[in-house]
């Protein structure tokens, strides 16, 4: 399936429709399967302990894969997370920028599913992976 917006685009509708996300996340890489995120660590992202907090990776991995869907959909500002599993395997480096790496497995009328593994800049190993499903909405008749 082809692509239905491009990563202007994407930028454009994110700016408008979440606000609140700032420019926290920079997107990469779009693919039609899936897309590469960039969290820009700063202090606001850690938890005790000098390493990235679970919300703040939870984040991550959610806008990569809404961002991966609305690449393929268009701009539905109504698509939502439904599921979201999420495994913390390694602690994230403090002080360095995490990736989130999605892969969409299925598209649907109704339901997007899909992984994202999440890294810390500079390292080979993944520090997290999700599993999400997102609920499409109807289209407009």
Do not use: W
């Not at 990469?28 to 938890?47: C, F, N």
């Not at 000098?50 to 109504?78: E, K, N, Q, W």
């Not at 994230?92 to 109704?110: F, N, Q, S, Y």
């Amino acid at each position: 399936m082809e692509l239905k917006m491009d990563i202007p685009q994407l930028e454009a509708f994110v700016a408008e429709q979440f606000p609140q996300l700032g420019d926290d996340f920079l997107i990469e890489e779009l693919t039609p399967d899936g897309v590469r995120v960039r969290l820009k660590v700063a202090e606001r992202h850690l938890r005790p302990g000098g390493t990235v907090s679970g919300p703040s990776m939870f984040a991550l991995a959610d806008v990569g894969m809404y961002l991966a869907i609305l690449g393929r959909i268009g701009p539905v500002a109504l698509a939502v997370t439904t599921n979201c599993a999420i495994d913390f395997m390694r602690k994230p480096a403090a002080h360095a920028d995490m990736i989130c790496e999605t892969r969409l497995l299925k598209l649907g009328r109704v339901l997007a599913v899909g992984d994202a593994v999440l890294f810390s800049e500079g390292q080979v190993a993944p520090v997290a992976r999700a599993s999400l499903t997102y609920s499409i909405p109807p289209a407009p008749k």
